[in-house]
């Protein structure tokens, strides 16, 4: 997982302007720094459904990201239905109920998110970056479209791992040798977090 998420930088740069549109900006402003310096991970959402066209918007600028030899080497699974949400949250408290007692705002495993986006790859030598640029690419397109996004490892484990929730990993019907990587949750932000603090000192010149 903390290599999808090094890997997700990556392709900030990539963003496809026909995905976007919704972003504010200053006049002059290139909108797609403006999109990389604004969006924030959302971890708190309103109760409202997102409209199945923009999800599918996100996902299509999701797979136009680059992949090594185009081999494309990924599958998406968009879910907003609100039984497979609810089924696997009742399997996660089953197995944590203390989770849903340290969180006053707690509704669902996915960051109580509507929707989800759920990634897996084939195994190839660089299905992790393949699918580290998708990743980003969604998230930077639902921002455009004043959506928040998350990137989630814990309900990976939940969903491969746990035979309870085998069933609504099995509904995901991934092809034979795929394998979930990571999902995003998608929604309205009910936050505005602040920007953490970044490492300048990690970007160097060399001279040679």
Request: hydrophobic residues 45%; charged residues 25%; glycine residues 8%.
């Amino acid at each position: 997982m903390k290599q999808i998420l090094s890997l997700l930088a990556l392709s900030a740069i990539l963003i496809l302007p026909s995905c976007g549109g919704a972003v504010s900006q200053k006049e002059g402003e290139n909108e797609v720094i403006s999109a990389i310096m604004n969006r924030r991970s959302i971890r708190k959402y309103q109760d409202k459904a997102v409209p199945r066209e923009l999800l599918e918007k996100v996902a299509e600028c999701g797979i136009h990201a680059p992949n090594a030899v185009n081999a494309q080497r990924w599958e998406v699974r968009i879910v907003d239905s609100p039984a497979f949400i609810d089924g696997v949250t009742q399997v996660f408290l089953e197995e944590a109920p203390e989770a849903a007692a340290r969180n006053s705002f707690f509704k669902n495993v996915f960051r109580n998110a509507p929707a989800i986006i759920c990634v897996a790859g084939a195994e190839g030598r660089f299905t992790d970056i393949d699918c580290g640029l998708m990743g980003e690419n969604m998230m930077l397109a639902a921002y455009s479209l004043g959506l928040g996004t998350c990137c989630l490892g814990g309900p990976v484990d939940l969903l491969v791992n746990n035979p309870k929730a085998r069933p609504f990993y099995d509904a995901l019907q991934f092809s034979e040798g795929y394998t979930l990587r990571y999902i995003l949750a998608i929604g309205y932000p009910d936050e505005a977090p602040e920007a953490k603090a970044r490492d300048k000192s990690k970007i160097q010149f060399i001279e040679y």
